[in-house]
């Protein structure tokens, strides 16, 4: 392992200058362990577990985190479907003046620029087009306390008009893991 690259990238603390922006994030920053519910057109669902990593990175100034579903003590072992390992960077966008979020789905490639808002108790992501997509994406973190969240997902084929949910996830802080 790069130690050196592990020690610039993560950050102890925010930068104080970017703290106030990205403030909603706080409370994620940890290790969380989460049931995954995907939700499929027909209505059935199904389950798979899995680990969320957030924290400071890049002297402060994002939030990063690492999606892993399934979880790594069960990627590989045939017991639920391959699923997805990503990342995303939340930042401030000085130009823009606002947050942005940006995916990157390794396992599943996938690639998603999000406008961050805050909305009483929830943060909503909602994705900014990149060239011609049938689908935009949704994301929300709501009922965030110390010891639990819940996100969900939903995708639009009409622009935003109208959203379906298709997954869920329900996560629980690992213990002894608030950065």
């Excluded at 130690?3 to 102890?12: C, G, P």
């Excluded at 900014?128 to 995708?155: C, M, N, Q």
Aim: net charge negative; glycine share 8%; proline share 6%.
């Amino acid at each position: 392992m790069n130690r050196h690259f592990i020690e610039t990238l993560v950050a102890k603390a925010p930068h104080p200058e970017i703290y106030p922006l990205l403030k909603a994030y706080e409370p994620l920053i940890g290790a969380w362990d989460f049931d995954w519910v995907g939700h499929k057109e027909d209505g059935s669902t199904w389950n798979v577990p899995g680990e969320w990593h957030f924290a400071w990175v890049l002297e402060g100034k994002a939030v990063q985190d690492s999606w892993i579903c399934p979880s790594v003590v069960h990627r590989g072992t045939g017991e639920y479907p391959l699923g997805q390992y990503g990342t995303t960077i939340r930042f401030y966008d000085k130009g823009e003046d606002c947050v942005k979020a940006a995916w990157i789905g390794a396992v599943n490639p996938q690639f998603n620029i999000l406008r961050m808002m805050v909305e009483g108790s929830q943060i909503v992501h909602l994705e900014i087009p990149l060239g011609e997509k049938p689908l935009i994406s949704k994301w929300l973190f709501r009922d965030i306390t110390e010891s639990t969240f819940k996100w969900e997902a939903y995708v639009s084929a009409d622009g935003g008009k109208s959203w379906q949910l298709t997954q869920e996830v329900f996560a629980q802080r690992r213990e002894d893991a608030k950065a």
